[in-house]
């Protein structure tokens, strides 16, 4: 079995900063992307940003320029920067990955995590 464990979802304040962590772990042989959704009340899944395993990034145009993806291999983990936040970017974030687990052989790219709460308001 293979979990996605969010952290550092939270409550800020307009044009605060926030950093959301993911850990994988688990029976990983390898990981190929990695990402960030969003989802707000009322409103479908959004991609924010993604990250290939060299490092190779994709963000949102809603995003740009004020949120950065990062990953640490060694520790399977995937991190969201959100700098600049403002009260459109109040959502349930979720991380995602592509995965292959041990003795499978086949890529995956359903694994989530329980996503984190993120609350921008005055």
């Known amino acids: 079995q293979v979990q996605l464990v969010e952290s550092g979802g939270g409550l800020v304040q307009p044009g605060g900063s926030l950093r959301l962590s993911c850990a994988a772990s688990g029976r990983i042989f390898s990981i190929n992307a990695m990402g960030w959704y969003r989802q707000a009340p009322g409103k479908e899944r959004e991609l924010v940003a993604t990250i290939s395993s060299r490092g190779m990034t994709n963000n949102a145009h809603s995003v740009k320029g004020r949120f950065t993806i990062s990953r640490d291999n060694t520790k399977n983990t995937v991190y969201l920067q959100m700098n600049s936040l403002n009260v459109e970017d109040t959502a349930v974030y979720y991380c995602?990955?592509?995965?292959?687990?041990?003795?499978?052989?086949?890529?995956?790219?359903?694994?989530w995590g329980q996503g984190t709460q993120v609350t921008v308001s005055s």
């Open positions: 995602n990955a592509e995965i292959m687990e041990r003795y499978d052989g086949r890529w995956r790219d359903d694994y």
